[in-house]
């Protein structure tokens, strides 16, 4: 399968479990792969038959920057449910970080991998 990706998307939102968290927005970083057939806008050369990157991105940049999650999990999931609901995307590996949540370490998070519900 073909992949497109959107790499360090970055994108500033309120998030976390700790009272002190609930009152400030910290950058998260957005690693994203989209599973969608390449051939035919390889065959076209047409933008019209592209997976539109800028739209995922200015779309996830919006959703991120109005929530207010406790946990990394929960946002991963929404924002991996919004991309399959709303672009021709058949399966998405999304890693999203939350950098200097944890002394030592560049950044925590998650990488989950999701895909359309077959019909039927």
């Not at 207010?68 to 991996?80: I, K, N, P, S, W």
């Amino acid at each position: 399968m073909d992949k497109v990706f959107i790499e360090a998307l970055e994108v500033d939102a309120v998030i976390g479990i700790h009272d002190w968290e609930r009152s400030i927005r910290q950058t998260l970083s957005l690693d994203i792969e989209l599973g969608f057939d390449n051939r035919v806008p390889a065959a076209s050369d047409q933008v019209a038959d592209t997976l539109d990157y800028d739209a995922i991105s200015q779309r996830i940049t919006a959703f991120v920057q109005q929530s207010q999650f406790g946990l990394v999990e929960t946002l991963a999931e929404r924002c991996a449910a919004l991309v399959l609901a709303e672009f021709n995307v058949r399966w998405l590996r999304l890693k999203l970080s939350k950098p200097g949540a944890v002394r030592n370490a560049r950044a925590v998070g998650v990488v989950i991998e999701r895909a359309q519900e077959s019909a039927g």
